[in-house]
T-cell receptor, first 114, second 111 residues
Framework: EDKVVQSPLSLVVHEGDTVTLNCSYE??????LLWYKQEKKAPTFLFML????IEKKSGRLSSILDKKELFSILNITATQTGDSAVYLC??????????????FGKGTKLSVKP | DAGITQSPRHKVTETGTPVTLRCHQT?????MYWYRQDPGHGLRLIHY???????DKGEVSDGYSVSRSKTEDFLLTLESATSSQTSVYFC??????????FGNGTRLTVT
């Protein structure tokens, strides 16, 4: 059965700390792994990873994929209170149909204290 | 914003009544998706569309139907709402596979 497991489920840090969020997966015919940030409303897209070992970076956020070990990490450096959110990991597999099958993890709730 | 509008934003309805949620996009993206989000389950795909009149089922499609008669609109219908369909519903769009942009959600309560 395809699945995506995120850890930890929740995390409390102080401003300035560096955090690492984990996402491990099992999926049929892996195509891509995506990270989203969800504050009060809609998830917002952060990264899409398809190749192992290539880091994607956007400001203080970065992510890398390990297709051999079937996991990804999302790093946030110098955290700010605005980073407080639920971070979602999703993995796209393909079952031979017309569309990839995107499976979401349950998310990691990050709280950044001032 | 990515040009997605969901309506209504909130709805309370009674068990057994039909309900239609609307997703409207201005991006002319090919792919549109309906997800539901529940505590402890994360986001789960209900149905998706890969073009006008082209739709397919997702993981939790039972009790739901969809229609896409125009590129910009994707409708989700609950033919006879049940309490288990109380949830937050998100529409998403993408120019290719994998939803990249989500709407702000519709909070549906079935009493």
């Amino acid at each position: 059965e395809d699945k995506v497991v995120q850890s930890p489920l929740s995390l409390v840090v102080h401003e300035g700390d560096t955090v690492t969020l984990n996402c491990s997966y099992e999926v049929t015919n892996f195509r891509s792994l995506l990270w989203y940030k969800q504050e009060k409303k809609a998830p917002t897209f952060l990264f899409m990873l398809t190749s192992s070992g290539i880091e994607k970076k956007s400001g203080r956020l970065s992510s890398i994929l390990d297709k051999k070990e079937l996991f990804s990490i999302l790093n946030i450096t110098a955290t700010q209170t605005g980073d407080s959110a639920v971070y979602l990991c999703a993995v796209e597999g393909w079952d031979g149909g017309s569309q990839g099958n995107l499976i979401f993890g349950k998310g990691t709730k990050l709280s950044v204290k001032p | 914003d990515a040009g997605i509008t969901q309506s209504p934003r909130h709805k309370v309805t009674e068990t057994g009544t039909p309900v239609t949620l609307r997703c409207h996009q201005t991006e002319n993206h090919r792919y549109m998706y309906w997800y539901r989000q529940d505590p402890g389950h994360g986001l789960r795909l209900i149905h998706y569309s890969y073009g006008v009149k082209d739709t397919d089922k997702g993981e939790v499609s039972d009790g739901y139907s969809v229609s896409r008669s125009k590129t910009e609109d994707f409708l989700l219908t609950l033919e006879s709402a049940t309490s288990s369909q109380t949830s937050v519903y998100f529409c998403a769009i993408s120019p290719r596979g994998s939803p990249l942009h989500f709407g702000n959600g519709t909070r549906l309560t079935v009493t």
